[in-house]
């Protein structure tokens, strides 16, 4: 089981830190990621990261977005810098097996329920 916190509202420009933890021991999880949708769109990848390090980020949030995990904890997080309008939507973290699979395809294990960015 996964499960966001870290969500609020801010102004643009500023910060918040999400993070997703998680029920299990992730510290085995090949491919830990976050993902979001803004209302009336598709929900889309903004980052991902594997045992390897691998960290593709979607362009809109390079430079601003950072992943990170605490193995001990259980727990993965989003440093969000910078903050835009448009980064406004439900953030949602995830686990799974591939990659390839969880960055092209949003093929997942396990979701979290999810946690509402709002920037204004």
């Known amino acids: 089981q996964l499960v966001e916190s870290g969500g609020g509202s801010v102004q643009a420009g500023g910060s918040l830190r999400l993070s997703c933890a998680a029920s299990?021991?992730?510290?085995?999880?090949?491919?830990m990621g976050w993902f979001r949708q803004a209302p009336g769109k598709e929900r889309e990848g903004v980052v991902v990261?594997?045992?390897?390090?691998?960290?593709p980020y979607a362009d809109s949030v390079k430079g601003r977005f950072t992943i990170s995990k605490d193995n001990a904890n259980n727990t993965q997080y989003l440093q969000m810098n910078s903050l835009k309008p448009e980064d406004t939507a439900m953030y949602y973290c995830?686990?799974?097996?591939?990659?390839?699979?969880?960055?092209?395809?949003?093929?997942?294990?396990?979701w979290g329920q999810g946690t509402q960015v709002t920037v204004s």
């Open positions: 990261i594997n045992s390897d390090g691998v960290t």
């Open positions: 299990g021991d992730i510290s085995s999880a090949f491919v």
């Open positions: 995830a686990v799974g097996s591939s990659l390839l699979q969880m960055w092209s395809h949003q093929k997942a294990d396990y």
